[in-house]
């Protein structure tokens, strides 16, 4: 009982505690939210966090709290304990008797009622703090009640947009000047960046961003509008200021229009957007090679580093694996997504990640390959950037497979797939050496007999491919032992008497002399030697690796497969050059022409016949073609000196929508001749001094003509080119 009551001080003590730490979790996060509404920075609002969870800490010590002060706050708190709670931390050995009980009777009292006595805690004060404090950050900054350094934002001479009036002949009168311009850049929200506010009009933001536009006047305007790209978009009118939003997508060019109390129309100058794509991750493996190879008895791992890089934060990171097991028309892909060893920080900038895979934990097996790569994406909201690596290879090499070239036409492989069983033949000869020392002399050889059986179980197949029809039942069957005469030579049967074996396929001279003209290019298919798919050559190489598999089978039957593996080894690798260079050849397909009848052939008719022609001139399209038009006029109003007309203006805005294509490219190039062939456009008092520089600026922007070498006929004279030169300077 005494030990109950201790746990239940200890444990009201602990509830003591994490509620002291939630009360100053909660103030650190209110102050810390505020101060990121007031600022947007995400570094000082988490230094905010920690200074104010650092000072509450320090002045409410909650790891202070003893067992001692939660003794004395119950015993105030509940009157039943009679000031003896305290008896409950004591040992009852020292205790007298009457002690005693009233310790078991606090112990008793309090495992009854402590769910009833509260801790000292404000958390519902501090909940209110905080919440209202997030809300305090709220409303400042959607309302914008946060008052700004006007100072800051009073536009210099330098950056002050300036209006000009677009009618000349309206009444002169004072225009209206700007006393505050600013704009305000909010960037998404997955890049962290706070917001800027600044009075430059020029603008060079991130994509996605939200620009916010605000102006005010020192007089009264009607119809504020901003100019972008041809478009105009009415300005809101916010108490003395006029304010526009804009989320951007697309670089460009923009200006401010608005007209006076009496009607008046004024202009500003051109201003350029510049837009910075958020570029996508850069992704690049490091410490092994693109194309990797093991051996099937080789420790089958690949380890690897990759080092991924993004501008603003990688968002996500993975490998893409693909195992592919077969060959041909048979072959199966599987694909397996993998991550990386120990994870990694989203939002880094620059990850250094690692992985290790083991082959054989993707059950992969001789010949198998392996295509990996990895894929990364940014934190671009809603469409990320993804990006990835080059395909990287890692194979098992199987001694039987080969890759195969195309010369001139398709190859194909005709080989059957039981042709790898030479191999499986080799490992099992190669097991069965080592095994010699652990198995019995009569299970040695029981096993040697059964591996020269299924070596001349292989060499029939190959025969019967080859066109032998002999001995065709005898690979299906096991072979039963007989009784052999004693004057018979027990090897007969499993040796290769060259001299004898032939002899039924042995034909006399004399029908050799019978052989017709003809006979020597002509297919037999009923002479054995003919009937084989191969050509002589492949049929001859086959022969031989027959005749290997014959003596690798003699000494397996007699029992001595060390010395029948290098005549095993070579009939592999007869196999594995006939494999090779097996083809078949597919018939190329032509057109067939349709039947002419031969009463009409070379008749000469033609009355039947109808002819088809086409012709077609394929002219090259030209490029800036109003640009050109403007030059041309530009250099007739300078040289006749006339007036500037409708069609004229309204040539010089097309040159102009021409022109802001390469202007948004290079704005620092053509902007400020964009703003001259917009001044002409516009219905301003003509300025003849510009039409010289604009026409100088609409040259420099027309691409420079491809050379087109050719011999020209003209006498030229060291005179002449001087003179030349003379009235170049002189025209400067």
Do not use: C
């Not at 790891?63 to 002060?69: H, P």
């Amino acid at each position: 009982m005494i030990n109950t009551g201790k746990k239940i001080l200890i444990k009201f003590k602990k509830r003591w505690q994490l509620l002291l730490w939630a009360e100053i979790f909660l103030y650190a996060s209110g102050a810390s939210v505020l101060l990121y509404f007031l600022i947007e920075n995400y570094l000082g609002s988490i230094l905010i966090f920690f200074l104010v969870f650092s000072i509450l800490s320090f002045l409410k010590k909650p790891w202070q709290l003893s067992l001692e002060k939660v003794s004395g706050y119950i015993d105030h708190q509940l009157e039943s304990a009679e000031y003896s709670s305290g008896l409950l931390l004591l040992s009852p050995e020292g205790l007298s008797g009457l002690a005693k009980l009233q310790q078991q009777k606090v112990a008793r009292e309090l495992e009854e009622k402590i769910k009833t006595v509260k801790t000292p805690n404000q958390l519902i004060q501090a909940s209110s703090i905080a919440f209202g404090l997030i809300a305090l950050g709220f409303v400042v900054s959607y309302f914008n009640f946060l008052p700004i350094d006007n100072n800051t934002l009073k536009p210099s001479e330098e950056t002050e947009i300036v209006f000009k009036k677009m009618d000349s002949t309206s009444e002169q009168t004072q225009v209206p000047r700007i006393k505050k311009q600013l704009v305000r850049i909010n960037y998404p929200a997955y890049t962290g960046i706070p917001s800027v506010t600044t009075s430059k009009m020029d603008i060079k933001v991130l994509e996605g961003s939200v620009l916010t536009w605000e102006l005010s006047f020192d007089a009264a305007i009607k119809k504020p509008v901003i100019e972008l790209m041809g478009e105009l978009y009415p300005m809101n009118s916010k108490e003395t200021a006029y304010t526009y939003s804009l989320k951007l997508n697309a670089a460009g060019f923009y200006n401010f229009r608005f007209e006076d109390t009496l009607g008046a129309s004024y202009v500003s100058k051109l201003y350029a957007i510049e837009m910075i794509k958020d570029e996508e991750p850069v992704v690049e493996i490091q410490g092994i090679d693109q194309f990797t190879t093991f051996e099937f008895r080789d420790s089958k791992k690949l380890a690897f580093n990759t080092l991924i890089t993004d501008d603003l934060g990688v968002g996500e990171a993975f490998i893409i694996a693909t195992v592919s097991k077969g060959s041909g028309e048979s072959v199966k892909f599987r694909e397996q997504k993998m991550e990386f060893d120990g994870g990694f920080k989203r939002g880094s900038r620059k990850l250094y990640l690692s992985k290790s895979i083991d082959l054989d934990e993707l059950k992969m097996e001789a010949g198998d390959e392996l295509y990996f790569y990895v894929e990364a994406s940014d934190l671009k909201q809603p469409e990320p950037n993804r990006s990835r690596s080059e395909t990287y290879f890692a194979v098992i090499k199987d001694t039987t497979t080969h890759d195969f070239a195309v010369e001139g036409t398709l190859g194909a492989d005709l080989m059957p797939d039981y042709f790898r069983s030479q191999r499986q033949l080799i490992i099992d000869t190669e097991k069965l050496i080592k095994q010699r020392r652990s198995l019995s002399k009569k299970e040695f050889n029981f096993k040697s007999n059964e591996l020269g059986f299924d070596q001349k179980a292989l060499r029939l197949k190959y025969g019967q491919f080859m066109g032998d029809e002999t001995e065709g039942d005898a690979m299906i069957e096991h072979e039963e032992t007989t009784e052999h005469n004693e004057e018979e030579d027990p090897l007969a049967a499993y040796t290769h008497d060259h001299d004898g074996d032939n002899e039924h396929n042995l034909v006399e001279e004399k029908e050799e002399e019978s052989k017709t003209p003809l006979e020597e290019y002509l297919h037999n298919h009923d002479d054995l030697e003919e009937a084989t798919l191969f050509s002589n050559s492949l049929k001859s190489m086959l022969r031989l690796a027959m005749t290997e598999m014959w003596d690798a089978e003699l000494h397996l039957r007699m029992y001595k497969p060390e010395n029948s593996l290098p005549f095993q080894n070579r009939a592999l690798k007869l196999i594995q050059e006939i494999k090779n260079s097996a083809r078949i050849y597919v018939h190329r397909i032509g057109f067939d022409p349709p039947p002419i009848k031969e009463e009409k052939r070379l008749t000469g008719k033609l009355e039947e016949v109808s002819s088809f022609r086409k012709s077609e001139e394929i002219g090259k399209s030209k490029s800036f073609p109003f640009i050109k038009k403007s030059i041309q006029r530009l250099e007739e109003l300078i040289s006749n000196k006339s007036k500037i007309t409708t069609e004229d203006r309204q040539l010089f805005k097309q040159a102009g929508t021409e022109l802001a294509v390469k202007a948004i490219a290079e704005p620092g190039n053509y902007l400020k001749t964009l703003q001259q062939l917009k001044w002409l456009a516009e219905d301003f008092k003509e300025r003849r001094s510009i039409l010289g520089e604009v026409q100088k600026g609409l040259l420099s922007a027309l691409p420079k003509p491809t050379p087109d070498p050719a011999k020209k006929k003209g006498f030229e004279s060291e005179i002449n080119n001087l003179f030349l030169k003379e009235l170049e300077l002189n025209d400067r």
